[in-house]
């Protein structure tokens, strides 16, 4: 692939100093930060420990793709792509964080599972004497794992939860009787208000407190010398700190304000990540839509009142393609069954294309997974959390809109939109389908 000069400036940026990336929707700025990466590696071969941290974790995943398709491997390059989330349990794991009202560490996931458990068991023994393996320290921790899992995909009833597809989720496949108290499990720990919270800023919180109370307690091999940062304006000031503490040498981040899906401020700002302390490099173009697909999501951006109006730069893409398609549907079954049968139609005659299925829910987006493999006895993946898939490998991938940011598809079904919220949707929305739409390179339907 042919860079930029504005690409090329930012990927060979001396590391001297921290960087600041911005750019538009597909003005490739992950594919920037990769290749960043990879100079890094090839340039500095005493480079040390290397982290490259996201929000999403299927960006993290084909970040891992793209460094291996690359000739730079992970584990021998002492790299490691993760989400800032999952270093963070990385980290309550190893040195765990003081609880309220405990004096001791601990575990807090697995001490609130076990809290909840016990609550149950009380109230419900008959559950659990239907399966003896809830007694063993391996059976709980693949049901922490499953109880993660359902609450990723929004599962709200067993029955949901029973027709979800297991492929790539280990070998363990529960009965239904414990299928039945799995979900009793998840609906009793998430009621917790302490386990709402600290799916958002609890953990963090509370580490950061023993963190910076207690920084010595954090070994050294369990930071970097270099930290990359994808999709940095959805980090709140408390991840972008933890960012910053294991950061030794250098930063580099890349954010767009415009595909800022989470009230989180600037907070690169209050971290002194300003003019004066890193370089700032940005990036103008779009390289990825045709000028038809840009045009549309140009157009839904300029209603977002939250963006200024002179943000979107007049970059129009030089590549024409078709003019992206309307569907409309009379009711949901309908138009599950039409956007099955138009991503079939899409892969049949073009066999190494990736398509994209965009959903405003990770509910909806298995709901047409379920219809392709019942009704029509095609596979699909699925981008989430704890699911098998490669966004190098063609094919039909269903996703929610909020799980796939960062991620581009050879074509893009922008799934279950609303008449009345075209384009009058509400600002949150805005950000979310007009990344959506520029995640198109060749057309949208």
């Known amino acids: 692939m042919e860079f930029s000069t504005q690409q090329l400036a930012a990927i060979n940026e001396t ?8 750019g538009i929707a597909g003005s490739g700025k992950s594919m920037v930060l990769a290749e960043r990466i990879i100079h890094l590696v090839k340039s500095d071969p005493d480079h040390g420990p290397i982290a490259f941290f996201t929000f999403i974790n299927t960006l993290a995943d084909q970040t891992k793709d793209y460094l291996r398709n690359h000739g730079v491997g992970l584990e021998e390059n002492e ?51 239907k399966s003896l393996r809830f007694r063993t320290d391996a059976w709980n921790r693949f049901c922490m794992d499953e109880l993660k899992w359902m609450r990723v995909h929004d ?12 492929w790539g989720r280990g070998k363990i496949v529960p009965t239904a009787d414990e299928q039945e108290l799995l979900f009793r499990l998840y609906k009793a720990y998430f009621s917790l208000p302490i386990v709402e919270d600290a799916f958002v800023d609890t953990y963090c919180n509370l580490l950061l407190k023993a963190l910076f109370k207690n920084a010595h307690l954090i070994d050294e091999e369990n930071r970097y ?34 595909q800022q899906i989470f009230d989180t401020g600037d907070v690169w700002h209050e971290m002194n990540l300003d003019a004066h302390e890193a370089a700032h490099h940005s990036i103008s173009g779009n390289y990825r839509n045709t000028a038809e697909i840009y045009d549309l999501a140009k157009d839904l951006l300029l209603h977002n009142t939250a963006i200024a109006e002179d943000y979107y730069p007049d970059v129009r893409p030089a590549i ?28 049949q005659k073009h066999k190494d294309a990736t398509i994209g299925i965009l959903c405003s829910r990770q509910a909806l987006a298995q709901k047409v997974r379920l219809h392709l493999f019942y009704t029509y006895h095609i596979r699909s993946e699925h981008l989430a959390s704890g699911e098998m898939y490669s966004m190098e490998r063609p094919g039909i991938k269903a996703a929610a809109i909020s799980g796939s940011k960062g991620l581009e598809f050879d074509y893009v079904i922008c799934a279950f939109l609303e008449e009345e919220k075209i384009p009058g949707i ?20």
């Open 15 to 22: 590391f001297d100093k921290n960087l600041i990336i911005t």
């Open 79 to 129: 790299i490691t792509v993760t989400t800032i989330d999952r270093e963070l349990e990385k980290l309550i794991n190893a040195y765990g964080t003081p609880f309220p009202g405990k004096e001791r560490h601990f575990n807090i996931n697995y001490a609130l599972y076990r809290a909840t458990r016990k609550a149950l068991k009380e109230e419900h023994p008959e559950y659990f004497k």
């Open 155 to 166: 599962i709200e009833t067993l029955q949901e939860y029973r027709k979800y597809l297991r």
């Open 320 to 347: 024409h393609g078709d003019k992206p398609l309307l569907y409309a549907f009379s009711d949901e079954e309908t138009e599950v069954d039409g956007i099955a049968k138009l991503a079939m139609d899409i892969a």
């Open 225 to 258: 010398n270099y930290v990359f940062v994808d999709e940095a304006q959805d980090f709140s000031l408390n991840r972008m700190l933890l960012v910053k503490f294991l950061t030794k040498k250098h930063l580099t981040l890349a954010y767009d304000e415009a």
């Open 426 to 445: 509400r600002e949150i929305d805005e950000e979310l389908y007009e990344d959506a739409l520029n995640k198109a390179r060749n057309m949208l339907y």
